[in-house]
């Protein structure tokens, strides 16, 4: 079975300032996806960006990028200049790329970082 | 993307009662997943519901305490039986696109008293 383990239960960075997130995962497959999500108060899973992991190149969705090191298995999410609109709890999630459209399995997520912006 | 559209968003419900949770969204996808999400907690998939074949329950969770419909191609609901306490949570419903990402529908505060 798949894990995925987020080791900061909270974090906090000053507002324009750059941020990482970190998020380990453990798998005997070798093709899946990785995810970032975000959830704000209004608890509403909202997708920040995602990595396959058959590309090599770091996803990167404007202010939000990650670094995608696959053979230590490691997937940590940067945000730059942090915006108070940022704050919320973060998932990282995994899911495998098997079964038909890729959509076969449900995703595994860690326990969330809970990222708070200084203003 | 898809569109999903959950309902209700939260209820407050009386110990032994039911609640079933709908999940309707915009487009056709094969899968719809559930999840619970217990109070201050990650998301736990609870089954995978398949239109046209019996739902997928993870371990730790059953049909006849979580059972699920999937009536058709863009529609879902989950019930919530016998509840108690401890089945305080927040319920999600989620699909995922040809592309392989997951959205998700606006969740149910389920609270149990």
């Known amino acids: 079975a798949q894990t995925v383990t987020q080791s900061q239960p909270e974090m906090s960075v000053q507002e324009a300032e750059t941020v990482t997130l970190s998020c380990t995962y453990d798998t005997s497959e070798s093709d899946y996806y990785l995810f970032w999500y975000k959830q704000p108060p209004s608890r509403q899973m909202i997708l920040v960006i995602r990595q396959e992991a058959y590309k090599q190149q770091n996803a990167t969705e404007n202010r939000f990028s990650v670094n995608f090191q696959k053979a230590a298995k490691s997937f940590s999410l940067k945000i730059s200049d942090s915006q108070l609109g940022d704050a919320a709890m973060y998932f990282c999630a995994y899911r495998s790329a098997r079964g038909s459209g890729g959509g076969a399995d449900g995703l595994t997520f860690g326990k969330g970082t809970h990222l708070i912006i200084q203003p | 993307s898809a569109v999903i559209s959950q309902k209700p968003s939260r209820d407050i419900c009386q110990r032994g009662t039911s609640l079933t949770i709908q999940c309707q969204v915009d487009s056709q996808v094969t899968m719809m997943f559930w999840y619970r999400q217990q109070p201050g907690q990650s998301l736990t998939l609870i089954a995978t519901?398949?239109?046209?074949?019996?739902?997928?329950?993870e371990s730790g969770f059953v049909i006849d305490k979580f059972p699920i419909s999937r009536p058709n191609l863009t529609f879902s609901t989950l019930t919530v039986s016998n509840m108690s306490p401890e089945d305080s949570s927040i319920y999600l419903c989620?699909?995922?696109?040809?592309?392989?990402?997951?959205?998700f529908g606006q969740g149910t505060r389920l609270t149990v008293v």
């Open positions: 519901a398949n239109q046209g074949s019996e739902a997928t329950y």
């Open positions: 989620s699909v995922v696109d040809r592309t392989g990402r997951a959205f």
